[in-house]
């Protein structure tokens, strides 16, 4: 086997050893997102996500998994992807708002009862934390996913906010385990709002 190739399945080893850590430590924090996305949504809110860097990426798939379907059929939920649109960051950010973009779209589309998802590998970045504000001062459920301990996002969370932290520091294996959670995420609310599957 070559260098190249032990480094390879080293990322393999290291990644499904994390997973394999994780699936207790996360289980209650995931269940208690699921709990409120029920919740929030059964109640006819609706379910605003963000994220910083390549896990915009994942807040994208994660509304369309929701407006769509994840594994099984069933009606739309009421998600929505912020900062998604490039016209409107565009215009945003060329007034000088970039920073603020998540906030202005919380502080002008959220309603009392909606959710705010924030998906970050660290959880310091700035438009995150003012969205999340933003959020509570809207009376929305704020779910934050980050890396490490939560980072500022942890110390900005109210007592009916959920922090779901996943415990590594580089951030290619928390972007792994971040996409592993919303698979959970979408199976467990299917699950909640469409019981069991029958077997195939």
Do not use: N, W
Request: net charge negative; hydrophobic share 50%.
């Amino acid at each position: 086997m070559t260098m190249l190739e032990q480094r390879i399945q080293q990322h393999f080893f290291e990644s499904a050893d994390l997973q394999y850590q994780s699936a207790e430590l996360l289980s209650r924090p995931v269940a208690e997102a699921v709990q409120a996305v029920v919740a929030g949504l059964t109640a006819g809110g609706r379910l605003f996500v963000a994220g910083h860097g390549a896990a915009a990426a994942l807040a994208v798939m994660l509304a369309s998994e929701m407006l769509g379907r994840f594994e099984r059929e069933r009606p739309g939920l009421a998600a929505i992807a912020l900062g998604a649109d490039g016209a409107t960051m565009s215009a945003l950010a060329a007034d000088g708002h970039f920073d603020q973009v998540l906030t202005r779209q919380v502080e002008t589309l959220g309603q009392p009862g909606d959710l705010l998802l924030l998906i970050d590998p660290v959880g310091d970045h700035p438009g995150l934390l003012t969205a999340a504000q933003a959020a509570q001062g809207k009376d929305m459920t704020v779910i934050a996913l980050t890396g490490r301990s939560g980072g500022a996002l942890r110390e900005v969370l109210g007592e009916t906010d959920v922090l779901v932290t996943l415990p590594h520091d580089r951030r290619a294996r928390v972007l792994e385990l971040q996409l592993l959670v919303l698979h959970c995420l979408c199976d467990a609310i299917d699950l909640q709002l469409l019981g069991e599957q029958d077997p195939a």
